[in-house]
T-cell receptor, first 114, second 109 residues
Framework: NAGVTQTPKFRVLKTGQSMTLLCAQD?????MYWYRQDPGMGLRLIHY???????AKGEVPDGYNVSRLKKQNFLLGLESAAPSQTSVYFC?????????????FGEGSRLTVL | GENVEQHPSTLSVQEGDSAVIKCTYS??????FPWYKQELGKRPQLIID?????GEKKDQRIAVTLNKTAKHFSLHITETQPEDSAVYFC????????FGSGTQLTVLP
């Protein structure tokens, strides 16, 4: 039982390049989330999904796209990376929405945009 | 939308002393208030949570209090130990969670 797994763990991009972060969970959770963590700013919600085939915008969605084609996977895409997107990205999942219980986080993906 | 303010941003205590971290929230409809601990280089993990129908909850050395009228809640850690050193995040939810900016707690030996 791996929980929530993110790939890749580290990535360096040049401005304008694109990439996709993959999140996989094996807990059969309906809800999945992508957060970014920046110093002094806590965890900010980028996008989330309430079930297979659904996506919704969070607090800071600009510059990112997401897809949830399979229940266990939630992909975060950057179409044209910018230095402001340098951050640590965390995926999380939960059995229900945020006020129903624990979020289970992945180990994080550190992205640097030069 | 929901806004959560967390104070202090850094906190240093002597081993064995108590630590208190405070958060305020803006949306009076929020009904769930968890606290997450993030050790250096690790993922955030839930350590305790409280719902709006409860005023206080304890789990061994940690406790959380909630004042709905004032819209603030606090994390209390007693008899602090070096392994309590970490970043602590509060959060509030009416739907999706909104996190505070975090508190770096350092327990000095």
């Amino acid at each position: 039982n791996a929980g929530v797994t993110q790939t890749p763990k580290f990535r360096v991009l040049k401005t304008g390049q694109s990439m996709t972060l993959l999140c996989a969970q094996d807990m059969n959770h309906e809800y999945m989330y992508w957060y970014r963590q920046d110093p002094g700013m806590g965890l900010r919600l980028i996008h989330y999904s309430v079930g297979e085939g659904t996506t919704a915008k969070g607090e800071v969605p600009d510059g990112y796209n997401v897809s949830r084609l399979k229940k266990q996977n939630f992909l975060l895409g950057l179409e044209s990376a910018a230095p402001s997107q340098t951050s640590v990205y965390f995926c999380a999942s939960s059995p229900g929405q945020g006020d129903t219980g624990e979020l289970f986080f992945g180990e994080g993906s550190r992205l640097t945009v030069l | 939308g929901e806004n959560v303010e967390q104070h202090p941003s850094t906190l240093s205590v002597q081993e064995g002393d108590s630590a208190v971290i405070k958060c305020t929230y803006s949306d009076s409809a929020s009904n769930y208030f968890p606290w997450y601990k993030q050790e250096l280089g690790k993922r955030p993990q839930l350590i305790i949570d409280i719902r709006s129908n409860v005023g206080e909850k304890k789990d061994q050395r940690i406790a959380v209090t909630l004042n709905k009228t004032a819209k603030h809640f606090s994390l209390h850690i007693t008899e602090t130990q070096p392994e309590d050193s970490a970043v602590y995040f509060c959060a509030a939810s009416w739907g999706q969670l909104t996190f505070g900016s975090g508190t770096q707690l350092t327990v000095l030996p």
